[in-house]
Structure formats: C-alpha cells, structure tokens
C-alpha cells in the first residue's frame, strides 16, 4: 500500500533528508586516497548520531553498516572495510538517517583525485539522469513516466540501465511502496498523487548492466567489472510541485 504522507510528515521527512544531505557534505573532505572505508562509516555514524538520529541502514535486513559504499564496478550495498580508497576509484556512498520515526536516504558518487574521462562521462550522465527522473515526478504522472525518462537518456548516452534494483518508496521505513524502476513505458505504474514520497536511484553502468551478488549476500558488483554509478535523492511530490528532501 502507498502511504500519502502529510504536510507534518512532510515535514519530519525533510529534516530526516536533510541529516542525510548534511552528512554527505561532511564526508566529502574525507574521500580521498589512504583513507579506510570504514573510517568513512565511522565518521557517518558518529554524525548522523550526533544530530539526533539514527542510521536507517544499520541492522535493516541484517545489513551490518551505517554506510553502503560501493567502489569501482560495485553498484550498491558495498561493505566497508579496511580497504583504501586509491587514485583514480568512483565510490558511491549511500546513506539514510532515521529522525523521529522518519528516515532520509541518498547515494551519491564521487571522485577519488584524478579519475578516468570515462569515469567523469558515467557519473555526469548519471546525475543527469537523476534530475530527468524528477522532472516527471508530478501530481497526476504514473511511476513508469519517471522510469521511461531515465532509461531513455541512458539509452542516448550509451550507459546500462540495471534493471533487478529499483527506487522506492520512503516514510516511517526507509524502503515502502511504491516500486520505481529506473525503465519503463509511459503512462504505467501507480499514479503520482499529493504527498507521495519517493527516492528516485538511477544504478547506471559503463558496460553491460548484468550484475552479480558477491558471497556476502549483499554487494551488486557489475558482470563485466565495468564502472558503475549511483545517484539518489528522496523527494516529495505535492500539489505545488516537487520537494528534494535530501538537497539543501
């Protein structure tokens, strides 16, 4: 069932986003070559706690970390660990926050000092097709218009649409109906209704977008160890348009 959320809710939902936004921002000095992914976990969790909430990601389903950090031809749910960043890596740093009962979530990749062109190339167009999600994220829309955008400016842009991980919804549970695929036809899937709250995460990769599960039971890594990306945000749709939740 799709839960429409309240402008209260709405409410608590941004400032959940807004610990994930300002957590990310924090991070972003410490991603460079040396350092340790889980030292990048630790400085999350110790920010995240200190302003008053929780990590969404923390024993959900088991999963062991504050952080999911996904390095190179990983795609999501990356473990950290005593791994160091090197020159050259992409790494996708997917966060949530629970702030009284609501949670925040968005991944975003980044750079690690001086990176490939084909790197650059992948995490632009994922961005941007991020944002081509959005905009058809509005009151009386169908999830699939959102789908249908992504996967068509990846198409154009020659990038892989990994199609068995999708967005979702988001509220009191950082994963809630409904499904939104990153493909799909238009005018298919739920329609878009006030006080809707969604996260929208186009996975996109350089190569083929088969994937593979690692024996960890949770680290997607891309089938021909192509580069992968990851951008996330969460946000709410209401009668007066969109609301990015894990922006500024």
């Known amino acids: 069932m799709i839960t429409l959320r309240s402008k209260r809710e709405i409410e608590l939902l941004k400032q959940a986003g807004h610990i994930v936004y300002l957590t990310h921002q924090y ?18 969790e110790e920010f995240i706690r200190s302003h008053d909430a929780t990590p969404s990601f923390k024993g959900y389903e088991g999963f062991p970390y504050t952080l999911c950090i996904s390095i190179n031809d990983e795609v999501v749910h990356g473990f950290p660990s005593d791994r160091k960043l090197r020159d050259g890596d992409i790494i996708s740093i997917d966060i949530g926050a629970c702030y009284k009962g609501y949670h925040g979530d968005s991944a975003w990749t980044y750079t690690v000092g ?5 790197a650059k190339y992948l995490l ?27 996967e068509q400016y990846a198409i154009k842009h020659n990038l892989g649409v990994v199609k068995e991980l999708v967005g979702h919804g988001v ?7 409904p499904d939104v695929p990153n493909y799909g036809s238009k005018g298919t899937g739920p329609k878009i209704k006030d006080g809707m709250v969604i996260a929208i995460e186009p996975m996109l990769t350089l190569g083929s977008p088969d994937i593979y599960i690692l024996d960890n039971e949770w680290t997607v890594v891309t089938e021909d160890s192509s580069l992968a990306a990851h951008f996330e945000h969460t946000i709410a749709i209401t009668n007066d348009g969109v609301l990015i939740l894990t922006g500024e």
């Open 171 to 177: 509220g009191t549970s950082v994963h809630e109906a």
């Open 124 to 150: 632009e167009h994922t961005e941007k097709a991020l944002s081509e999600g959005i905009k058809q994220a509005k009151v009386g829309a169908r999830i699939g218009d959102i789908g249908y955008a992504i």
């Open 114 to 118: 001086n990176v490939s062109d084909d």
């Open 27 to 44: 991070l972003r000095p410490f991603i460079k070559a040396g350092i340790k992914t889980i030292e990048l976990d630790r400085l999350a």
